[in-house]
């Protein structure tokens, strides 16, 4: 099972992007999804889930009212759409998920290769 996270790149002070954190592999169900955030010399910090049927939870004070968490259970994918982007969001984007493959018996939770994300002033 692999995570990708894409969709990172530069952009300007109130601008937005549309990250997504895609799985693949053998995978028979995924629970809880999450994206995170990290930046240099700390811990990744949790911005926001969200669960199988899309209920977002445990969201950061700073992504209420700008970031929108979303997935697409058929595709395996999850989106994080960013907005009104601000310079201290700049950071490398993390997406977490706790997957269930065909032959398991018991969830384990997987980390993706990140994406960066640069706000400019």
């Known amino acids: 099972v692999q995570l990708q996270a894409s969709g990172g790149g530069l952009v300007q002070a109130g601008g937005s992007l549309k990250l997504s954190c895609a799985a693949s592999?053998?995978?028979?169900?995924?629970?809880?999804m999450r994206w995170y955030r990290q930046t240099p010399g700390n811990e990744p910090e949790p911005l926001v889930t969200v669960s199988r049927s899309g209920e977002a939870r445990n969201a950061a004070d700073f992504v209420k009212g700008r970031f929108t968490v979303s997935r697409d259970n058929a595709k395996n994918t999850m989106y994080l759409q960013m907005n009104n982007l601000k310079p201290e969001d700049t950071a490398v984007y993390l997406c977490?998920?706790?997957?269930?493959?065909?032959?398991?018996?018991?969830?384990?939770?997987?980390w993706g290769q990140g994406t960066l994300v640069t706000v400019s002033s």
């Open positions: 592999g053998a995978i028979a169900r995924i629970d809880d």
């Open positions: 977490h998920a706790s997957i269930l493959q065909p032959s398991a018996h018991s969830y384990r939770t997987y």
